[in-house]
């Protein structure tokens, strides 16, 4: 979280928090009415592309530009309610996690921060992220929903983790297609921009990183292992999942 809190004294960070706001913003207010599945709450969100993508290369600005981005969709999208403070903090989440995941996931973790196309860990890593990271902001959006009596959690998590997994998988391409012009052409890659007292890695990142996996799966899954009513297990996830995300 240091690295998140710190970029702001950054001119360059923050003008990529706008860029990546701007291109999120847009992309979800032309595709908000395309595929409606639930209306005014969530849609086949094509924009999904890109936060996992914002998250690696541009670190804590695509974290931010994707969550203000997503608010800029509910506002111009005509869905803005109860659930875009929801909605703010699980799009945070969707950019967050890529990037502090990258080195903490142990084992499974990549010992650099920059992507690297020979290295097995690079790909695996990529994509169990993109799921985890779409299974939190699933699990703080669904829970928000479900409290306010909107859509029932059950529902709402298992179409927002789909939704934005295959999304985020799919962007993939993308980042392929832009890493070595980001970081070698332009300079951008969000590691080269800030200042490495800036960024940090905390020793509790493992354990957060962990903590967010397991609070995620559970969100999703936890109704088929436990007992506990679906509600109870959306509000235990959720606060692992901020406690976890704290930690990274």
Known sequence: MKAAMRMWKNT?????????????????????????????????????????????????????????????????GGTLGPTSVAGFVGNFLLGYLPYTMWMTLFPLSVKSREWRSQSWRCWVSYILIAFISSAACAVIISIAADTLGIVPYPILIKIITLNDTIASWIGFLLLLSVYSVTKQSLGLFWADVMDENDIGLPRTGPIGAWLVTVASIFGLLGGMITDFSETTIGWISAIAIILGSLLL
Not at 32 to 49: F, M
Not at 57 to 73: D, E, R, V, Y
């Open 12 to 76: 360059r960070m923050i003008i990529l928090v706008a860029v990546c706001a701007a291109i999120y913003g847009a992309a979800l207010v032309a595709f908000k009415t395309a595929i409606p599945i639930i209306p005014g709450i969530t849609e086949v969100r094509v924009a999904n592309i890109f936060p996992m993508v914002f998250g690696l290369l541009f670190g804590p600005a695509g974290a931010w530009g994707t969550a203000i981005g997503n608010l800029i969709g509910d506002i111009f």
